[in-house]
């Protein structure tokens, strides 16, 4: 089938960014800063050359686990992200008016992408009747350790929440590493609310919200502000990854100046 086949907040990046072996990888990732501040860039190798995040890892392994790649850890504020514009698409701060980008307060989960996939601006969803954000799959990762920015974890997925970013379809996939402890016992949207009760609520509140500090309003959330299941999740992960596909393949024509290599 598809599926089976398929630290303070501010302190310098590089001290979160250790060299690692990545588990869902058939050989060692590594992720490694050069820079500072606005030329700051985590790039990622595999075998001595250099490999894009985005298209060189795989969006799922053998055992149907995702691999989820960490931009941003857990109880920090600077916004990373991995730069989809930039050869090998490194990850770097994002700006905003000329300044290093941070949230207004810590998030309080490990948080980054799924490789190989891709929200479509020019295609309408039919049930929210919004377009893709034109970046990558964001993922929520609930587990109670610290990951390590640049790093590649298997995932469980668990569930997702349609948040509406400025009329833009942004949706958020909510995870478990599978070495955290409670790993085992969740797999679907009601094991996460029976082992982590609140937590659902949490993180739609926190993405909900965030920006209102800077004067803006607050995020929305299709389908009445439900986080959909495991089996809703697994279909738009497999929609989000056939949009990437259909870019990567040239059957899309990348008009967004996106760095496909």
């Given amino acids: ?14 001290a979160r960014v250790p060299t690692f072996v990545a588990r869902a990888a058939s050989t060692a990732i590594s992720a490694e800063t050069v820079g500072a501040e606005f030329d700051m860039r985590v790039k990622f190798a595999s075998g001595g050359a250099q490999i894009s995040p985005w298209h060189d890892i795989p969006l799922f392994n053998a055992d149907s686990t995702l691999n989820f790649i960490c931009e941003i850890p857990k ?8 730069a989809t514009d930039e ?25 980054g992408l799924l490789p190989q996939t891709w929200e479509d601006p020019a295609v309408e969803h039919p049930e929210l009747k919004v377009m893709g954000d034109n970046d990558p799959v964001d993922v929520v990762e609930v ?10 974890y298997p995932v469980k997925p668990i569930g997702c929440l349609a948040m509406i970013d400025d009329g833009e379809l942004d949706w958020k996939v909510i995870t478990i590493s599978v070495d955290d402890p409670k790993a085992a016992a969740i797999n679907d949207v009601e094991d996460l609310e029976r082992e982590m009760p ?4 949490k993180i739609l509140e926190w993405f909900r919200d965030y920006k209102i500090p800077d004067g803006k309003p607050a995020n929305a959330f299709g389908y009445d502000n439900k986080c959909m299941d495991k089996a809703f999740t697994l279909d738009v992960i497999a929609e989000t990854h056939e949009f990437y596909n259909k870019l990567k393949s040239g059957e899309r024509a990348n008009d967004g100046e996106l760095a496909l290599n």
Avoid: H
């Fill in 1 to 14: 089938s598809f599926f089976a086949a398929a630290a303070a907040a501010r302190a310098p990046a590089a």
């Fill in 143 to 152: 587990g109670s350790t610290q990951l390590a920015m640049g790093g590649v």
């Fill in 198 to 201: 609140g937590e659902v609520q």
């Fill in 87 to 111: 050869e090998k698409n490194p990850i770097k701060q994002d700006t905003k008016k000329g300044k290093l980008r941070f949230y207004p307060y810590n998030i309080n989960w490990n948080y």
């Fill in 75 to 82: 109880e920090t504020s600077a916004k990373m992200e991995v």
